[in-house]
């Protein structure tokens, strides 16, 4: 009773029912599920219209934590699940929480065609840069040359660029934030929860157990340094050079574009046209 | 009714069945127009029918067909093993389903599109050439074939099939297919006739038709 | 096929797959999500084309895993839920289909079969798929599987898929074939008032004594959907009575039982078949889906011949009417399984008769339908037999 008193937070938790979380100590995720918690709390959105649905993976386990109507699904089809809600549902708020090998890997079929829909979910990202439940393998977000376990050499890979790909297949907010700039990144989220169509917000988070220990960087402090050192305010990132870019990526919000009509809104529009064309008796 | 079939008497379960076959190529609309059949014969005349089809992966050429069988009781098995009536507007089709005709089956083919014509009583009618010299198009042939059918072979009756006929497209294209539907009429009625066509009849008979 | 008591409704000619459409809308689908796939799509279009009319929604996905988890999430949602597709498509589902049967979401799949395995004969008659039907995702668990052999059952056994995907809170798979998806014939669409809906049981408790997975006598528990104010947790992962992930044996074995018997203690309900000339028979044939209708000529065709010969025809395989077979084996001289692949009911048969009796088969895996003289031919063989 003494912990719901500190923090407006807790009346979010499934927090006597299963805590602790699975996360390791010093991990990023629960540093976004509270960045999620309070865009929610802020915005005052009732927590039985919010439908959080997740696919497999450390940030998939959130679904579990949080007092919402809950889905984890299976492993990258969170999106295909949340559009199903979505569309039978549009009245409510559906959240998908998602990592990088969920989204991008096995996922990114369902990634790209829910960013073409433009169908109102809003996408969290968290982007550790490996695989963390299976224990360290490299993922497609893994920066080149990086270690996982599945490289041990370094990867060779090219890494994908989540806001990129977001972004040209046609979502229509697009953001990225790091878990070091976690006041940025929540209010990125709040606008994500705000805007009518398909948001994504990507979170560079750490993993120092797996990511961090494997690529030197071993305790989660260090990593949230690294993050300090390597995300660039998108205002600065265009005045930089090519070679100024190097090892450093962009933050801030991408795309902001509310001219493309939602997906279920259209739906809806035209459901009601043909069935008015149906009463009417028309061709 | 039912007929005795060789040296099984009729003690019930011998099916009363009439075979029906449209082939040709895919495109030609005979599927639709067997469903048009099927549709006229059961739910207009009261009679039961099944529709079958086979198609290739093509939408368009490559070999089509549909089956439509015919019968006052239940119909169990739904394709066609001994036809009664076969209409085959390729050479293919002809070729390939003629071995399946009863004895006294009606064959009915295309009278430009079958050059080797089969060894066996046939009626040979020019329904693309007819269609495209009377309507002026191609894409009604299936409807030819159909008012050619219902005059020939009696399976249907004419009020059932001008019905459902409407029924199948947009309004727009009743009049033009009344028209071709039509024109099947007229075509079967100078077969009938020993008019202009191709007809290699060895000896007129009942169609079996006459039993249902 | 006996005689079917008289109802009152419309005639109508229409194929088996838009049969589909017509009794999936009747039960009160309001959702389909799916992918082209032959010889399933007109299934896909005919939704299209009505769920809007109806104040439903359709949409096509990017795959078939996308389109099985969307029926998933929009049933969660509180919406009856179909999608169709065949056995590629099919293949692809098995991953959200063993999701839907841990997370007891109640969903109708219509797999109409062509050939395989893999691309196989995309538009050619085939009964392969059963065994995958079956057992096909993978884990423990118990499939309701229906197969209809004629447009009218087409219609019946769609709304019977979607009652008892209701009552158990189960994914139902509904096995059509090629012939029966693109076959013809007049049904009798019953008015509404004649057909029998079953909805899935609303929450008795209030929110904070809810247990979407209580564990009741009869093993259903009540389903609410999301939104209605009973926040709870649905997972993939093995899980206690309110939805969350454990590892706990007792708990483990106690919801593993759960998904087996809420199914085998209403199998009275769901398992559905019919028997033709089966009081005197010496030889019985069984089938199902287009296979039963041939299996049905090549009977009448024994009975014309003198030969005292029955037909079991399943309409629903899975769970599979044992205790029935088992009864037919133990009162006729042989059994033949008639069905168009190479032999995969035949092994559950075989397991029921016991050897109490002969059991043969007749098959065939060319891409055309089994005739009745090929049944009829095996059916003499198997008289011959000692």
């Known amino acids: 009773m003494e912990l719901e008193a500190l923090s407006p937070q807790h009346d979010y938790l499934r927090i006597q029912k299963k805590f602790p979380t699975v996360w390791c100590p010093g991990c990023g995720i629960g540093t976004v599920m509270s960045a999620i918690i309070r865009a929610i709390h802020e915005l005052g959105i009732n927590k039985n219209n919010i439908a959080l649905i997740s696919g497999i993976g450390c940030s998939s386990r959130m679904p579990i934590y949080v007092d919402f109507n809950t889905l984890h699904t299976t492993h990258g089809r969170a999106l295909p699940f949340a559009t199903g809600i979505k569309m039978v549902r549009p009245d409510m708020k559906v959240i998908v929480v998602s990592g990088d090998g969920d989204a991008l890997a096995i996922g990114g079929n369902h990634f790209i065609h829910a960013c ?12 550790n840069y490996i695989y963390g439940m299976t224990g360290g393998q490299v993922s497609p977000t893994t920066p080149l040359n990086s270690y996982a376990h599945t490289a041990p050499y370094g990867s060779i890979d090219p890494p994908f660029d989540a806001v990129n790909l977001a972004s040209s297949a046609g979502a229509t907010y697009v953001a990225r934030g790091t878990t070091y700039h976690i006041v940025q990144t929540s209010k990125y989220i709040k606008k994500s929860l705000e805007h009518k169509g398909f948001s994504m917000v990507e979170v560079i988070s750490q993993c120092p157990v797996l990511y961090g220990r494997l690529n030197d960087y071993k305790t989660a402090v260090k990593m949230l340094y690294r993050q300090k050192e390597q995300a660039v305010m998108l205002k600065a990132w265009e005045k930089l050079s090519p070679e100024e870019r190097v090892d450093k990526y962009p933050i801030g919000e991408f795309v902001e574009n509310t001219d493309r009509q939602e997906y279920t809104k259209t739906y809806a529009e035209l459901s009601k046209q043909v069935r008015e064309e149906a009463t009417n008796g028309k061709d | 009714m039912v007929k005795t079939n060789g040296t099984v008497k009729n003690n019930g379960f011998i099916e009363d069945r009439y075979e029906i076959r449209l082939s040709g190529s895919g ?10 059949l099927a549709e006229a014969i059961s739910v207009g005349d009261g009679k039961n029918a099944v529709h079958t089809q086979s198609y ?5 050429g490559g070999m089509a067909r549909c089956d439509v069988i015919v019968s006052t009781e239940e119909i169990y098995f739904p394709e066609a093993t001994k036809l009664d009536l076969l209409l085959a507007l390729t050479q293919k089709s002809s070729d390939e389903y003629t071995k399946l005709l009863k004895d006294k089956g009606i064959l009915i083919i295309d009278a430009n599109y079958v050059k080797h014509k089969p060894e066996r009583p046939y009626v040979a009618v020019p329904f693309v050439e007819a269609t495209k010299e009377k309507l002026g198009l191609v894409v009604a042939t299936n409807v030819v074939c159909l008012g050619f059918i219902t005059q020939y072979a009696k399976i249907v009756s004419k009020k059932s099939m001008e019905y459902y006929l409407a029924e199948r497209f947009p309004k727009k294209f009743e009049e033009s297919n009344l028209k071709a539907l039509r024109l099947g009429y007229d075509l079967a009625k100078e077969a009938e006739t020993g008019g202009r066509f191709d007809i290699k009849v060895e000896e007129s008979y009942e169609t079996e038709i006459d039993r249902l | 096929m006996a005689k079917k008591p008289e ?3 419309t005639a109508q000619f229409l194929q088996g797959n838009e049969a589909v459409v017509e009794a999936a809308i009747a039960a009160g689908c309001s959702f389909f999500a799916g992918y082209p796939i032959t010889p399933s799509t007109e299934i896909a279009e005919g939704c299209a084309e009505k769920l809007p009319l109806v104040g439903g929604a359709f949409i096509q996905m990017e795959d078939e895993i996308a389109s099985i988890a969307a029926i998933i999430g929009a049933s969660l949602a509180g919406a009856k839920a179909m999608t169709a597709t065949s056995g590629p498509g099919f293949s692809l589902m098995q991953e959200n289909l063993g999701f839907a049967y841990i997370a007891e979401v109640p969903i109708v799949i219509t797999n109409v079969m062509r050939g395989g395995p893999s691309t196989g004969l995309p538009t050619k008659v085939s009964q392969s798929d059963v065994m995958q039907a079956r057992w096909g995702t993978h884990g423990d668990y118990t499939p309701i599987v229906i197969t209809p052999s004629s447009v009218q059952e087409v219609f019946d056994l769609t709304i019977h898929a979607f009652n008892c995907s209701e009552m158990l809170n189960t994914p139902v798979i509904l096995l059509l074939d090629e012939i029966l998806g693109h076959m013809r014939e007049r049904i009798i669409i019953p008015d509404t008032e004649d057909i029998k809906i079953e909805n899935r049981k609303y ?4 929110p904070e004594f809810y247990k979407p997975y209580s564990n009741t006598p009869s093993k259903v528990s009540e389903f609410v959907a999301f939104g209605e104010g ?9 899980h206690d009575e309110f939805g969350f992930p454990t590892s706990v044996p007792g708990e483990v074995e106690q919801m593993l039982t759960k998904l087996r018997r809420k199914i085998h203690t209403h199998r ?9 000339y089966m009081e005197d028979a010496t030889y019985a044939v069984i089938s199902y889906g287009t296979s039963a209708r041939a299996a049905m000529s090549a009977v009448r065709k024994a009975r014309a011949h003198g030969v005292k010969a029955g037909l079991l025809k399943l309409k629903t395989i899975w769970p599979f009417p044992g205790r029935k077979v088992y009864q037919i084996a133990s009162s006729v001289k042989g059994i033949l399984v008639a069905e168009m692949n190479m032999g995969q009911m035949i092994r559950e048969v075989d397991r029921y008769a016991m050897g109490q009796c002969k059991v043969a088969g007749a098959f065939r895996y060319d891409g055309l339908v089994i005739e009745p003289d090929e049944i009829y031919e095996k059916l003499l063989e198997l008289r011959a037999t000692k």
């Open chain 2, 56 to 60: 290739g992966p093509e939408a368009r």
């Open chain 3, 268 to 276: 009275k309900e769901v398992i559905l078949y019919e028997e033709e």
């Open chain 3, 7 to 9: 109802i009152k409704g």
């Open chain 1, 116 to 127: 073409r829909r433009n169908i109102d979910i809003s996408m969290i990202l968290i982007n």
């Open chain 3, 230 to 238: 009973y926040r709870y947790n649905v997972t993939g992962l093995t």
């Open chain 2, 27 to 36: 495109g030609q609309g005979l599927i639709t127009a067997g469903v048009i």
């Open chain 3, 203 to 206: 929450p008795s408790v209030p």
